[in-house]
Nanobody
C-alpha cells in the first residue's frame, strides 16, 4: 500500500513563504512523475507543479517564478517551495505520485491559507 503524507501547510501573510513536503512510503512501481495540485473552495483540483523521474519540471503559469518543485529521490520525498504567496494561492494542496503503470496515488492534502 502506498502512502503519501504531506506537511508544511499553514497560515501565512501575503508575501510570505512556505515549504510543503510529501513523503512517499510503501511498495510502488517506479515513479513516472510526482506533482502538487491545489483545490480552492468551489473549484476543481488543478496542477500546480510537476517533476518527472528525469528531473524535468513544469509549472502552472500562476506560480512560475514564485514556486519551486524538487525531489530527494533517496528519501522518496518531494518538496514545494512557495515564495511571494498571494491570497489567491489559498487552497488545499495535494501530493500526487504517478507510477510507470499510469496509476495515481494521492495524499490527504494540506491547507495553505494566505491572509493578513
Amino acid at each position: 500500500q502506498v502512502q503519501l503524507v504531506e506537511s508544511g501547510g499553514g497560515l501565512v501573510q501575503p508575501g510570505g513563504s512556505l515549504r510543503l513536503s510529501c513523503a512517499a512510503s510503501g511498495r510502488f512501481f517506479s515513479i513516472n512523475a510526482m506533482g502538487w495540485y491545489c483545490q480552492a473552495p468551489g473549484k476543481q483540483r488543478e496542477l500546480v507543479a510537476i517533476i518527472t523521474s528525469g528531473g524535468s519540471t513544469n509549472y502552472a503559469d500562476s506560480v512560475k517564478g514564485r514556486f519551486t518543485i524538487s525531489r530527494d529521490n533517496a528519501k522518496n520525498t518531494m518538496y514545494l517551495q512557495m515564495n511571494s504567496l498571494k491570497p489567491e494561492d489559498t487552497a488545499v494542496y495535494y501530493c500526487n505520485l504517478n507510477d510507470v503503470r499510469g496509476y495515481d496515488y494521492w495524499g490527504q492534502g494540506t491547507q495553505v491559507t494566505v491572509s493578513s
